[in-house]
């Protein structure tokens, strides 16, 4: 196994240097976007809205930190919710398995916390009616207030691991403000998911309608964020292996 994780490392050390395929991930990931290609695809019956790279590497990185509480901006249609919620279902049951313990599905150890500033009624209801309901809570409002980062932070005193994901608006200074209030709550070996930091890589073209653009964007905000809070760093190995991915640069792993 040692051999196979080197030669993996290996392989995914060449792909940064490799121009060509760089450019044809980079044509396909911009065609994706025109084309909505990410919203193919749904979990557990909810849609999820992203690429299936970073939906296996979210998975890997959930698995790694085992997590006691996730933390996402932005909920939509609540497919995201619903992924963090059976992960988090899967981890219980594994300590349940190692433990020797019995789950109670009404009062689960671990959480997911959505917060959207606004949870549409039939998403809601939708989400309600899910078999994972009992492991997700939902807060309505806007995310980049004092009084939102503040009930936020309230929630999450009573967890030891908390990884958070920022998918909500995709302007430099939301997500700003989003870095500023909760990558502190993200514990040291976890990490703070930045989403769609690929929007500096595409032509403006490709978000006529929307705020965002080059120059103004998840990976600009990101960039700043980094350069005053050196306790936080890319995870490269994610960035570099996944090529088909709406986060390069967005993998942030804070220092243990």
């Known amino acids: 196994m040692a051999q196979f994780q080197q030669e993996r490392r290996d ?18 990931v911009t065609r994706a976007f025109n084309q909505k290609y990410m919203y193919n695809f749904d979990w557990l019956g909810r849609p999820l809205i992203q690429f299936p790279a970073d939906i296996v590497a979210y998975q890997e990185v959930v698995a790694a ?3 006691d509480l996730i933390i996402e901006t932005g909920i939509a249609h609540g497919g ?6 059976s992960l988090l279902a899967m981890l219980d049951y594994a300590d349940a398995v190692a433990d020797g313990t019995t789950l109670d599905p009404a009062n689960p150890k671990r959480k997911v916390l959505g917060i ?42 009573g967890y030891e691991r908390v990884l958070v994901s920022l998918d909500s608006n995709h302007t430099h200074e939301h997500v700003q403000k989003e870095l500023g209030y909760y990558a502190p709550l993200v514990t040291p070996g976890s990490y703070c998911l930045v989403f769609d930091t690929i929007v500096e890589d595409m032509d403006d073209s490709v978000f ?49």
């Open 80 to 85: 995201s919710l619903i992924l963090s919620a």
């Open 65 to 67: 930190v085992k997590p």
């Open 11 to 28: 392989f995914i050390a060449g792909y940064k240097g490799d121009a060509e395929w760089q450019a044809q991930a980079l044509a396909f």
């Open 116 to 157: 959207d500033i606004d949870i549409r009624s039939h998403n809601r209801d939708a989400i309600d009616a899910h078999p994972m309901r009992s492991r997700i809570e939902m807060f309505e409002g806007s995310s980049i207030t004092d009084e939102m980062a503040e009930k936020v932070r309230e929630y999450a005193a």
């Open 208 to 256: 006529p309608d929307r705020p965002w653009s080059q120059g103004d964007n998840p990976k600009t905000a990101v960039w700043e964020f980094l350069k005053e809070n050196p306790d936080f760093e890319i995870d490269q190995e994610i960035n570099d292996k996944l090529l088909i991915s709406a986060v390069p640069d967005g993998w942030l792993r804070r220092k243990a």
